[in-house]
């Protein structure tokens, strides 16, 4: 943006020259995130609880709104599913490596990619279409408004029609014939499904602060209900 300002200030083409140690002082890029995720589910493929670890690693100082991918996610731990227990534990990394900053996402992709690769392999594991099993624990139409276990506040959604409505539209069942084909000629030919809830509001208190206390008195608290123990039923399958 700046560059582009000078370039019209002074009519002429500008140029952006730095060195790596500039470069590292005054960029910034996403944190480094390694998950492990637990899943607790049943042999229909319906998960009831969730387990997930994060690091994040945001290079050599923290500065504002940092760590804020990870937190800004919390309320959504168990993305768009009806999962009602769920345990997180975020643990920040302070490396030698460039600080980070705001990159678009804002923490939304790490968290999806881990759930969704989890579902994907409960699926397999049970042999189930992902499809269905991903149709299976999204939140339910009727059940909106919907309160997640780590506090976020659904007001809306029809997760099992925007599934319908794609896989009619994108023709899922020329997809899955296009990719028997390939697979008996020996190709490798995949198909992939994810969903993702993305939050409007952010529970990251310090940026709560700046509102005054009529504005975030009508907000709904973001509390943690205590959450039971799974039953000794589920079987529990890990993904890193």
């Keep these: 943006m700046v560059l582009c300002v000078c370039a019209r200030l002074t009519g002429r083409p500008v140029k952006w020259i730095e060195d790596r140690l500039e470069h590292l002082c005054a960029s910034s890029v996403a944190p480094n995130r390694v998950t492990h995720i637990e899943a607790a589910y049943r042999a229909d493929g319906t998960v009831q609880a969730l387990r997930l670890k994060h690091w994040d690693d945001h290079g050599a100082y923290l500065r504002a709104p940092m760590p804020a991918p990870i937190y ?10 009806a999962i009602q227990n769920v345990d997180v534990i975020n643990q920040i990394i302070v490396t030698n490596k460039c600080p980070t900053g705001a990159v678009r996402g804002f923490g939304g992709p790490q968290l999806y990619f881990a ?40 007001d809306s959604g029809n997760y099992q029609k925007v599934i319908e409505d794609a896989t009619q539209q994108g023709d899922i069942a020329d997809l899955l014939q296009r990719r028997a084909e390939r697979r008996a000629q020996g190709k490798i030919y995949g198909i992939g499904y994810a ?43 890990q993904s890193a």
């Design 72 to 81: 800004r996610m919390h309320g959504l731990s168990t993305n768009g599913y």
């Design 115 to 154: 759930i969704e690769r989890m579902m994907h392999k409960i699926a397999t594991l049970l042999q189930l279409d992902p499809l269905k099993v991903m149709q299976r624990n999204l939140i339910q139409p009727q059940d909106f408004p919907y309160r997640t276990p780590a506090g976020s506040l659904l």
């Design 195 to 237: 969903s993702a809830v993305e939050p409007s509001q952010s529970n990251m208190g310090y940026i709560s602060t700046l509102k005054t206390h009529e504005n975030v008195s009508v907000q709904d608290p973001k509390t943690v209900p205590s959450l039971p123990a799974p039953s000794a039923s589920m079987h529990w399958v």
